[in-house]
């Protein structure tokens, strides 16, 4: 519990209303999209970089642990104060577009600006911001960087990493750093800017956000391939893109979802999906659209297809894209609880990790649709428990997830495409990475933050 002088003193820096510590804020500000609950001792709200400066620093010299936030929109507690402690909201005050450079095609931005407010701002001056997570319309670009936020364009334009320049920053202690440059090109120094992004809030809190633009694609069209099931579509996915189609997202259903979208929503599927692949593709010539669309409905034909939609407009977008939208919420047809995870796997590997998926999900009596982003090999995994409050039915759900994320990593693939690793995933640390490798994080982490005061214990550090 963080003494009330602290408290006070704190407050002398940001003002006394800019400090909560009353039973609604704790609650407001306890829990995030794993819906885990830990309640801080008290909320601020800096209002600025000098703000979080004094804060840091105090905080460092009296022990006291923090813990920024965003929105709270992340799926594997990297924003709870899991070990008590003060959260640091930045979403109030430091949620500003600073500047458009058009001439350098950068975006200079505040930790809490909503990503979807930036995408809006670029392409009203005809320039594009990609990286677009599925909570685009309420996250904050510093919990975009915080977690190398994906999305499902992801498959053409890449990730949060990719458009990260420089960044401001503020280390335990209270100093200022900056991280990186506008320029295109930056061999200076260590890439600590890239240390930062993922690093879910553990070695300094962001301030500042230089972010790459490039020019908003003329042309869009979406398209949907039906499969008679999942092996078959994700073949089609590594052997269309080595083929050279590059669509802007290729995501996948497969047939569990398929079932949940017609029971629950009454979505008009074909009787005959068994799986189902959805994306769009973009350019600024027509004819680069027309080749794409072609090349994807050949190979997919070629890998067992069994119809190629292409939608004629808007509205048709909209139908196709409507059952990928919805297949989170649909699946809770098959258990009160969702084990959800996002292992990522090369995308050669797709059929091999859905076929060890469904093994392992009938070895411990489990259902688990799957969905994701076909393009880049990420997969939303999802172990439905049918009655959360039966014992042995959420012990085989954990042991289904971690025999999984075993699988997953023997083919080469990682624990999580983009929702990062937080509380959820620490347990699981070891299966990805070795003695020494955590040893390594383990001393990024003391050579940021020798009293472990910023978001300690996450990440399995």
């Not at 309640?39 to 601020?44: G, T």
């Not at 460092?60 to 813990?67: L, Q, S």
């Not at 965003?70 to 003060?86: D, E, M, Q, R, V």
């Amino acid at each position: 519990m963080v003494d009330q002088k602290h408290l006070k003193q704190l407050a002398s820096f940001v003002g006394e209303q800019n400090i909560k510590s009353d039973k609604a804020h704790l609650l407001a500000y306890c829990y995030d999209a794993t819906r885990d609950r830990f309640e801080p001792d008290a909320v601020i709200f800096p209002r600025d970089e000098n703000d979080v400066s004094k804060i840091l620093k105090y905080c460092n010299d009296n022990k006291i642990i923090i813990v920024p936030r965003g929105a709270g929109s992340g799926f594997t507690g990297g924003a709870l104060p899991a070990s008590g402690g003060i959260i640091l909201s930045l979403e109030k005050y430091m949620n500003k577009l600073l500047e458009i450079d058009m001439q350098n095609m950068v975006a200079i931005v505040q930790p809490g600006l909503i990503n979807k407010d930036l995408q809006n701002a670029a392409e009203e001056v005809g320039l594009f911001y990609p990286p677009d997570p599925a909570s685009e319309e309420y996250s904050t670009l510093g919990g975009n960087v915080s977690e190398n936020a994906g999305g499902m364009r992801a498959a053409k334009y890449g990730i949060t990493k990719d458009y990260v320049m420089a960044l401001k920053a503020v280390l335990p202690n209270g100093e200022i750093i900056r991280a990186g440059k506008k320029t295109i090109k930056d061999v200076a120094g260590y890439n600590v800017a890239g240390i930062l992004i993922a690093s879910e809030g553990t070695l300094a809190i962001i301030t500042e956000i230089t972010l790459k633009l490039i020019p908003k694609p003329k042309y869009k069209q979406t398209y949907m391939g039906i499969f008679p099931d999942v092996n078959k579509a994700m073949n089609a996915v590594f052997k269309s893109l080595a083929s050279g189609a590059n669509p802007v997202a290729m995501e996948f259903l497969d047939a569990l979802v398929i079932k949940a979208l017609k029971e629950k929503l009454n979505v008009d599927l074909p009787k005959d999906a068994g799986a189902i692949l959805v994306g769009d593709v973009d350019g600024n010539l027509e004819d680069e659209i027309k080749f794409q669309l072609e090349t994807l409905d050949k190979s997919f034909k070629e890998n067992g297809a069994t119809s190629f939609v292409i939608a004629q407009d808007e509205a048709q977008a909209n139908e196709l894209w409507y059952a990928r939208k919805n297949a989170s919420p649909s699946i809770t047809i098959f258990g009160n609880k969702k084990l959800n995870e996002d292992i990522s796997v090369p995308r050669s590997k797709l059929p091999d990790a859905l076929k060890a998926i469904y093994a392992i999900g009938e070895k411990y009596d489990l259902q688990i649709p799957c969905f994701g982003h076909a393009g880049d090999g990420n997969i939303h995994v999802n172990a439905m428990v049918k009655d959360k409050d039966d014992e042995k039915q959420m012990e085989n759900g954990h042991k289904a997830i971690e025999e999984i994320f075993q699988a997953v990593v023997d083919m080469g693939g990682t624990l999580s495409g983009e929702h990062g690793i937080g509380t959820a995933k620490a347990p699981y640390m070891h299966i990805a990475f070795n003695k020494a490798e955590m040893e390594l994080f383990k001393n990024i982490k003391k050579a940021f933050d020798p009293n472990n005061i910023l978001n300690p214990f996450k990440m399995g550090l």
